[in-house]
């Protein structure tokens, strides 16, 4: 792609170095979006891939880099400019500026708000120890990638996905793992119980002590001053030199609060990702959106959705008129089981089992007054696959159909849909 010749004016300013930010700034270069393009963010160095840092980065024998989200030259190819370790401060919405940190002033035809999110924390006594992390940044992985090569006794706090995953690195290392979890089953507000329980009992099988319906209650310090030990609300107290919490995220809507934008659990957005100023748009884990698939507005976390959005907002921006439909997709490695789900399940949901849990090899099909609305997949890409095609077109098997012996989700997706589609 040429880099000369850009039209002139102050073009898109995109607040948010990560995947949702920079997609953005490609798919406008994709587009021929001529004006000029700067993305700010906090974080120093070049945008990196945020989902291995849980996984693969933490194993032992692996190297502690990042894998960069586009290649070496992509910035300076696209002529784009990336403002990086100066975080916006501030949104100007009358003269369509952006403050930095640094204290110098961005102008602007377009917005757009990657802000992300930002780790939960804890409030109970001791959390501030030494030895206590949380695991969102390039910065969190190093620090526990070190911690790992001496940790013995472990504990984390919440089974949700980057819980798990983290647990899954720790028994690589050797450590002796203790997850608490107050919910009654893991990764309980993503998955259906029947595939919660499944992952309940192969975290056990790996050696995880998961503890479940036991939340944190405080923690106490060694004799050097580090966490040492993990009460939980039972009394008990486990043993920790390392301990990890991840108790979910908050969106960083506070840069659009502040400018007057609509918020509520993260920035309000349209259908086209525009704020209640139509100059600025919101993408990623900070936008809250109306979802066609969960026939509600909600904020999803996932590279898919950040990705999928980015593409959307610059379409929005280049003038396409046409509200964000995509379906939602998420995906978890946790040792050697690889979870992947279509769509999204909600309680009540009429499920059925396609393969062999006993196998590590199965999918469970979600229905909702007989119509195919989620899937959720364990080592089965060609279930997850189909699933997706098949949700997305809205011509999944009815449940009598999936229930029936030998049904396959793969064959009925070739069967149903055009060829251009399956």
Same mark, same amino acid.
């Given at each position: 792609?040429?880099?000369?010749?850009?039209?002139? &004016?102050?073009?898109?300013?995109?607040?948010?170095?990560?995947?949702?930010?920079?997609?953005?700034?490609?798919?406008?270069?994709?587009?021929? *979006?001529?004006?000029?393009?700067?993305?700010?963010?906090?974080?120093?160095?070049?945008?990196?891939?945020?989902?291995?840092?849980?996984?693969?980065?933490?194993?032992?024998? $692996?190297?502690?880099?990042?894998?960069?989200?586009?290649?070496?030259?992509?910035?300076?190819?696209?002529?784009?400019?990336?403002?990086?370790?100066?975080?916006?401060?501030?949104?100007?919405? &009358?003269?369509?500026?952006?403050?930095?940190?640094?204290?110098?002033?961005?102008?602007?035809?377009?917005?757009?708000?990657?802000?992300? #999110?930002?780790?939960?924390? @804890?409030?109970?006594?001791?959390?501030?120890?030494?030895?206590?992390?949380?695991?969102?940044? @390039?910065?969190?992985?190093?620090?526990?990638?070190?911690?790992?090569?001496?940790?013995?006794?472990?504990?984390?706090?919440? #089974?949700?996905?980057?819980?798990?995953?983290?647990?899954?690195?720790?028994?690589?290392?050797?450590?002796?793992?203790?997850?608490?979890?107050?919910? =009654?089953?893991?990764?309980?507000?993503?998955?259906?119980?029947?595939?919660?329980? *499944?992952?309940?009992?192969?975290?056990?099988?790996?050696?995880?002590?998961?503890?479940?319906?036991?939340?944190?209650?405080?923690?106490?310090?060694? !004799?050097?001053? +580090?966490? #040492?030990?993990?009460? /939980?609300?039972?009394?008990?107290?486990?043993?920790?030199?390392?301990?990890?919490?991840?108790?979910?995220?908050? =969106?960083?809507?506070?840069?659009?609060?502040?400018?007057?934008?609509?918020?509520?659990?993260?920035?309000?957005?349209?259908?086209?990702?525009?704020?209640?100023?139509?100059?600025?748009?919101?993408?990623?884990?900070?936008?809250?959106?109306?979802?066609?698939?969960?026939?509600?507005?909600?904020?999803?976390?996932?590279?898919?959705?950040?990705?999928?959005?980015?593409?959307?907002?610059?379409?929005?921006?280049?003038?396409?008129?046409?509200? *964000?439909?995509?379906?939602?997709?998420?995906?978890?490695? %946790?040792? =050697?089981?690889?979870? %992947?789900?279509?769509?999204?399940?909600?309680?009540?949901? %009429?499920?059925?089992?396609?393969?062999?849990?006993?196998?590590? $090899?199965?999918?469970? @099909?979600?229905?909702?007054?007989?119509?195919?609305?989620?899937?959720? +997949?364990?080592?089965?890409?060609?279930?997850?696959?189909?699933?997706?095609?098949?949700?997305?077109? &809205?011509?999944?098997?009815?449940?009598?159909?999936?229930? !029936?012996?030998?049904?396959?989700? $793969? #064959?009925?997706? $070739?069967?149903?849909?055009?060829? /251009?589609?399956?």
């Amino acid at each position: 792609m040429a880099t000369t010749h850009r039209a002139p &004016g102050p073009g898109t300013v995109i607040i948010g170095g990560g995947q949702a930010g920079l997609q953005v700034a490609d798919s406008l270069r994709a587009g021929g *979006y001529t004006a000029p393009v700067t993305i700010i963010a906090d974080e120093h160095g070049t945008p990196y891939q945020r989902p291995p840092l849980s996984k693969d980065f933490l194993l032992p024998g $692996k190297e502690a880099a990042p894998l960069p989200l586009r290649g070496p030259d992509f910035l300076a190819t696209h002529d784009i400019t990336l403002r990086a370790g100066t975080p916006a401060t501030a949104i100007d919405r &009358g003269a369509r500026t952006v403050a930095l940190a640094d204290g110098t002033t961005v102008p602007f035809e377009h917005l757009v708000l990657a802000t992300g #999110a930002r780790n939960r924390s @804890l409030s109970c006594p001791g959390a501030g120890l030494p030895g206590i992390h949380g695991l969102k940044t @390039l910065h969190h992985a190093e620090a526990l990638h070190l911690a790992l090569s001496a940790a013995r006794d472990v504990v984390v706090i919440g #089974a949700g996905f980057i819980g798990l995953e983290f647990a899954a690195a720790a028994r690589a290392h050797g450590a002796r793992v203790t997850v608490l979890e107050f919910a =009654p089953r893991p990764m309980g507000r993503a998955l259906t119980p029947l595939m919660g329980d *499944y992952f309940a009992a192969h975290h056990a099988e790996q050696g995880v002590d998961l503890r479940l319906g036991e939340g944190i209650e405080s923690f106490t310090a060694g !004799a050097d001053g +580090s966490v #040492a030990a993990a009460v /939980s609300t039972t009394g008990t107290s486990y043993r920790a030199d390392l301990v990890v919490v991840g108790i979910g995220v908050v =969106p960083n809507d506070s840069l659009a609060a502040e400018a007057g934008l609509a918020t509520e659990n993260g920035i309000v957005v349209d259908g086209g990702l525009r704020t209640s100023d139509p100059a600025i748009l919101a993408v990623g884990d900070c936008a809250n959106f109306p979802n066609t698939h969960a026939g509600t507005r909600t904020r999803l976390e996932s590279v898919q959705n950040a990705t999928d959005q980015g593409r959307h907002a610059a379409a929005t921006i280049l003038g396409t008129v046409a509200d *964000y439909t995509e379906l939602p997709r998420f995906w978890s490695t %946790q040792g =050697p089981v690889r979870l %992947q789900i279509a769509g999204l399940s909600a309680p009540g949901d %009429q499920t059925t089992v396609l393969g062999d849990p006993a196998a590590g $090899k199965f999918s469970v @099909l979600c229905h909702r007054d007989g119509r195919l609305v989620a899937a959720e +997949s364990v080592n089965s890409p060609a279930d997850h696959i189909a699933a997706r095609k098949l949700i997305a077109a &809205g011509v999944g098997p009815a449940p009598e159909e999936a229930a !029936a012996p030998g049904f396959s989700l $793969k #064959a009925h997706a $070739k069967t149903v849909l055009v060829p /251009s589609i399956a």
